[in-house]
């Protein structure tokens, strides 16, 4: 699988937008993008995820670059309880193996 | 949605008792789960993935004969961590996804917090 790289951590003022990059520029065409995260003591959560497309979901939009070897994951509207470490993960679509990065811890300021 | 289960929540033992932990998935039958530990301040690391009526498969420099894995039923996988040292403390996570599931993505259990005094 693709590796990924993300900002180790982001700081973002509650009820604004939270924007968190990820790089994988050796991503290749069979490859998705899958985005979760892990609030403190938990197991992971799924998030969204995506191929080429933008994707909007109840929790996020997903913003693929077209060359797909960048994407953007945006949480609209920030509050307290999306303080959590955020994962790109780039995987086959079914590839039921997936491999963590060191995340962006995310805390939301209020 | 689908939801995965594991327990216990957290267990502390004394060095060389033998741990299990159950990961159920409760709202749908998964062939394969997965096991993996989390240091801390360090990111999860896939120990081994948990196939139903087979072996287990281990990731690279995973003791198999220390962590014992058994997929007896689609619903139920378990991680036995045998004859346990402060070293294996940690927090163990499962996961599983639903195949039949319109969603692709797999499901993570709440964790296990293991300390091993």
């Known amino acids: 699988d693709a590796k990924t790289t993300q900002p180790t951590s982001m700081d973002c003022a509650e009820g604004r937008a939270a924007n968190l990059p990820c790089n994988h520029s050796?991503?290749?065409?069979?490859?998705?993008v899958y985005w979760y995260r892990q609030i403190h003591s938990q197991g992971p959560q799924y998030i969204i995820h995506?191929?080429?497309n933008n994707e909007t979901n109840e929790m996020a939009s997903l913003i693929i670059t077209e060359d797909r070897k960048s994407s953007t994951l945006i949480l609209p509207h920030a509050t307290l309880r999306d303080t959590a470490v955020y994962y790109c993960i780039v995987a086959n679509f079914g590839n039921e193996k997936l491999t963590f990065g060191t995340g962006t811890r995310l805390t939301i300021i209020p | 949605g689908a939801v995965v289960s594991q327990h216990p929540s957290r267990v502390i033992c004394k060095s060389g008792t033998s741990v299990k932990i159950e990961c159920r998935s409760l709202d749908f039958q998964a062939t394969t789960m997965f096991w993996y530990r989390q240091f801390p301040k360090q990111s999860l690391m896939l120990m081994a993935t948990s196939n139903e009526g087979s072996k287990a498969t281990y990731e690279q420099g995973v003791e198999k004969d220390k962590f014992l894995i058994n997929h007896a039923s689609l619903t139920l996988s378990t991680l036995t961590v045998t004859s346990a040292h402060p070293e294996d403390s940690s927090f163990y996570i499962c996961?599983?996804?639903?195949?039949?599931?319109?969603?692709?993505?797999?499901?993570f259990g709440d964790g296990t917090r293991l300390s091993i005094l």
């Open positions: 995506g191929l080429k």
């Open positions: 996961s599983a996804r639903d195949p039949a599931g319109a969603l692709e993505a797999q499901h």
């Open positions: 050796t991503i290749s065409g069979n490859e998705y």
